[in-house]
């Protein structure tokens, strides 16, 4: 048996048990669906005016075994929010919506970072200034609703969650 | 000052001036005219055409994040000044152009001889309040950052004699009935020298900071 069969058996045995471990040791945890293996992960957004916009980051990872797509996105920080974009074009940078669902495909990961993608919050109901928290539900085809807790920080300052 | 109407008339102004004066018949009245006009026209043509990005010739009337009167550039000369445009709406570009411009500006040897002055792209929505705001909330010192806006038709007139390209897109429906745009734009950042003269640009959202606190310590 090779070096590459070895650890595709560690990896076929090891995940779903790690997954069970995690399962039984945090149980309130609702991150991870029996169904889908999605990992939301280094979420934070940035400061942003009240009735107007702030961008959120990180990164959305599908650990499982299926293809898994972003359904819907919704916070109680504002009631518009939507997966843009950056590209440049015409000697500028243009901002395009992606339609959801957004897919991930089982291994996948869908990064957002400054200058890329992003997740618009728009209209937002308060000012979000840095240091603040704010929540997100993000719902996936498979591994459900998912909630995300962030900070509010900058480019240079990235709070770690 | 020079309008935006002038401004957008140029091209209709200057070509039957030039036919006039190349003819071989001429009366006193033209002459007059010619000796008047031809430098308006230099004026207009060179200060307003072909300045490349950054530069300017005229003077805006223009108020800062606390309502104070600016007039740009002149009362920025004798200081080195670094130019960015922003505009409030703007969720991820403009952040990371402020977010670089603050990390330079922490990096200078010395920074009371720098003015930092940060222009609307939007004057429509970026009010005095609005730019205020956005400094607050990412915690920037505004003593020597001026966040710029004004009359849309001066702030438009600035930026169209900077060549910045822009154009409004991305027209949402708010969800209080109203419309929320964006604006796709050029992210340039122009450093000046005391006495006007450009001395460096950097793309906005490739800044590397380390490199425009050196430009600027290096400037006389
Ligand atoms: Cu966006």
Partial sequence: ?161 | MMDTASMSKQPTFVAPINNGLLGASRNVWESTLAAFLLPLMAILFFGGCSNSVGETSRVYKLTDERGRTVTFPSDYRGRKLVVSYIYTHCPDVCIVTTTGLEKARKQLAKSDDVTFVSITLDPRRDDTTALRQYAELRGIDTKNWHFLTGPESTVDSLLDEMSLVRRRSFIEQSQTGGELYFIDHDDPVVLWDRKGEIRARFKGTELNPDDVSQAINELP
């Fill in chain 1, 1 to 161: 048996m090779n070096y590459r069969n070895r650890q595709g058996w560690s990896l076929r045995l090891g995940l779903p048990l790690l997954a069970l471990l995690a399962a039984c040791a945090a149980p309130e945890q609702p991150q991870l669906h029996p169904t889908g293996g999605i990992r939301i992960t280094g979420m934070w957004g940035t400061p942003g005016i009240a009735g107007r916009v702030s961008a959120a980051y990180g990164t959305i990872t599908n650990h499982g075994t299926e293809p898994d797509s972003l359904v819907a996105i919704s916070s109680p920080a504002a009631p518009l929010i939507e997966v843009h974009q950056m590209v440049e074009q015409d000697g500028m940078l243009r901002m395009r919506g992606m339609k959801l669902p957004v897919a991930i495909a089982p291994g996948d990961s869908l990064a957002m970072a400054p200058g890329g993608t992003h997740l618009m919050l728009m209209e937002l109901h308060q000012s979000l200034k840095l240091g603040d928290s704010i929540t997100l539900h993000l719902s996936f085809a498979h591994a459900g609703k998912q909630e995300v807790r962030f900070q509010i920080g900058n480019e240079q300052n990235r709070p770690q969650n």
